[in-house]
């Protein structure tokens, strides 16, 4: 999938971020931030979420249902799920398209 061409319309738009732990760590609320920018890393294996020129989360994609966009009446998210780390990569996307 071309995650850079999925998430991209989606800048400008209000996002919130949540990195879920689950390895039993305490765990955080999301963190709402302005989507500055989106960029697919050179090797392909990383989508970059910029908060701003110089700042961004860079999240691992995987095949299959490991990363996702998915939705529900009110609300749609992009979801990567890094099995080996024990994280689930959550940003939330506020600005239907």
């Known amino acids: 999938m071309d995650w850079e061409k999925q998430l991209s319309k989606y800048e400008g738009s209000p996002i919130r971020i949540?990195?879920?732990d689950r390895s039993g760590e305490?765990?955080?609320q999301p963190k709402p931030f302005t989507l500055y920018?989106?960029?697919q890393s050179v090797s392909q294996d990383y989508i970059q979420f910029?908060?701003?020129p110089t700042?961004?989360?860079s999240v691992p994609i995987f095949e299959g249902e490991q990363t996702i966009i998915d939705y529900s009446d009110s609300e749609r998210w992009f979801v990567s799920h890094d099995i080996e780390a024990?994280?689930?990569y959550w940003v939330y996307?506020?600005?239907q398209i």
């Open 93 to 95: 996307l506020d600005k």
């Open 18 to 20: 949540w990195i879920e």
């Open 86 to 88: 024990k994280l689930l």
């Open 55 to 57: 700042q961004f989360l």
């Open 26 to 28: 305490e765990q955080t």
């Open 37 to 39: 920018k989106v960029q």
């Open 50 to 52: 910029f908060l701003n």
